[in-house]
């Protein structure tokens, strides 16, 4: 017979009987962890999450360390995307010395500027994340103000996911391009706005902003209709539309998980520390973002090497 959220509660809330040393005594306060009857009423989020909180630190060293030093329920956020910001940061160098250097005689300013947008995007959204949540614990001004930027990174991200996308889809319909990502762009101002506002970053409104940000990604599909009523299918399969659709599919099913609560709403307690649907999310953007950058290949592999960055090869 499964426990109660009230008896899991309690039995989280048993401790060792036996005090630290006065050595120690720094450390372990600052390593216990709380319950959420035992967090203040600006750190409640997901009543499904019983156990793991760090509680208020006031400290950025005590915010910093806590990110490496001991398990909580922020962990997994925090690692997740720092180490995928730091395969960006690989996968960028990678761009520039190899991808750049085996397209030269055809590579523009346009392919660095667009794909600049995607990958500063994607960097600014991993780290700001993770940072957000390894600080969220140090006060309620300063996780506000970081709460609000992990919003922006989101908005960021998947604006910047746009513009390379755009730019190669419409590779040779450069007014199509400008259309398209000038009316997304103005999709992303508005979803920020809202995002940003006091009132909708409350729990409260969880699943409306996870919506929203599903239908700021989903305006993206638009262009992809254009773009195969225009030129068919098979060509979308040319420029890498099995990675984009891989990477949507990471996204809104991510947002999905992350907006329901699924899986600790059917099991409170189980996933404490590891496996929630918020620690879900976070893989799953990290998986999308990689997806979106190998499509983003495919269309570089495309226009430079098969059709040596001319249109005229490929309207033949």
């Not at 910093?64 to 720092?82: C, D, G, M, P, R």
């Not at 030269?104 to 780290?127: H, P, Q, V, W």
Request: with cysteine; hydrophobic share 40%.
């Amino acid at each position: 017979m499964s426990m109660t959220t009230n008896e899991l509660r309690n039995r989280r809330r048993t401790h060792e009987n036996e005090p630290p040393s006065s050595s120690a005594k720094d450390q372990a306060s600052t390593r216990k962890l709380l319950t959420w009857d035992e967090i203040p009423q600006w750190q409640r989020d997901n009543e499904y999450i019983i156990y793991g909180y760090r509680g208020e630190l006031n400290s950025w060293r005590r915010s910093f360390s806590s990110a490496f030093t001991y398990l909580h329920n922020e962990t997994v956020n925090i690692q997740s995307h720092w180490i995928g910001g730091l395969v960006f940061i690989g996968m960028w160098l990678y761009h520039l010395r190899g991808v750049y250097k085996q397209y030269a005689d055809t590579i523009n300013t346009f392919d660095k500027l667009y794909m600049s947008f995607f990958m500063i995007g994607a960097l600014f959204c991993l780290f700001i994340s993770g940072s957000y949540h390894m600080i969220s614990s140090h006060s309620k001004p300063v996780s506000d103000v970081f709460h609000r930027l992990d919003y922006a990174g989101i908005v960021i991200l998947t604006v910047g996911s746009f513009y390379p996308a755009v730019y190669y889809g419409f590779f040779c319909d450069p007014h199509f391009a400008v259309l398209w990502l000038v009316l997304l762009t103005v999709s992303g101002a508005g979803a920020a706005y809202a995002v940003l506002s006091p009132t909708y970053s409350t729990p409260e409104y969880r699943r409306t902003r996870a919506y929203l940000f599903i239908t700021l990604g989903l305006g993206g599909a638009l262009p992809v209709i254009h773009l195969w009523a225009a030129e068919g299918f098979s060509h979308l399969i040319q420029i890498g539309i099995d990675w984009l659709l891989a990477s949507a599919a990471f996204y809104i099913g991510g947002a999905i998980l992350y907006s329901e609560r699924f899986p600790e709403r059917i099991w409170p307690g189980r996933f404490d520390l590891i496996g929630a649907s918020h620690q879900i999310f976070h893989v799953c953007v990290v998986l999308a973002a990689i997806c979106h950058y190998i499509s983003m290949l495919r269309c570089i592999e495309f226009w430079h090497g098969e059709h040596h960055g001319h249109c005229g090869v490929f309207r033949e």
